[in-house]
């Protein structure tokens, strides 16, 4: 069974940094696509981040692109996300997920099929 475990969320005052980390378990990770949504207080869930299996693709959400990096370590099973920059704007609960079998990076939340537990990240003013 796949499960994904996110963290690195936390308290950040406007212009500070993050890094967010998924971990993966299972086999695959390696030849699977990741990326990286959030979801902010009522509103609906957003594409962030993307990024291909072997690393080599990725795609932003326009506002974040810049101040964003994602990347992953296959040795590791583990995806990242470099958040610098922030804005009050990005406090959301930040979501990792897996393309399970899929390589290509996609900002489609339809098409991944697992999805971590979330970790809050709180921009201040």
């Known amino acids: 069974q796949v499960q994904l475990a996110e963290s690195g969320g936390g308290l950040v005052q406007a212009g500070g940094s993050l890094r967010l980390s998924c971990a993966a378990s299972g086999r695959t990770f390696s030849s699977s696509a990741m990326g990286w949504f959030r979801q902010a207080p009522g509103k609906e869930r957003e594409f962030v981040a993307t990024i291909s299996a072997n690393g080599g693709t990725t795609y932003y959400l326009d506002s974040v692109k810049g101040r964003f990096t994602i990347s992953r370590d296959n040795a590791k099973n583990t995806v990242y996300l470099q958040m610098n920059r922030l804005k009050p704007e990005d406090t959301a609960v930040y979501y990792c997920?897996?393309?399970?079998?899929?390589?290509?990076?996609?900002?489609?939340?339809?098409?991944?099929?697992?999805w971590g537990q979330g970790t809050q990240v709180t921009v201040s003013s």
């Open positions: 997920a897996r393309r399970w079998g899929r390589a290509e990076a996609s900002s489609n939340p339809n098409t991944y099929d697992y």
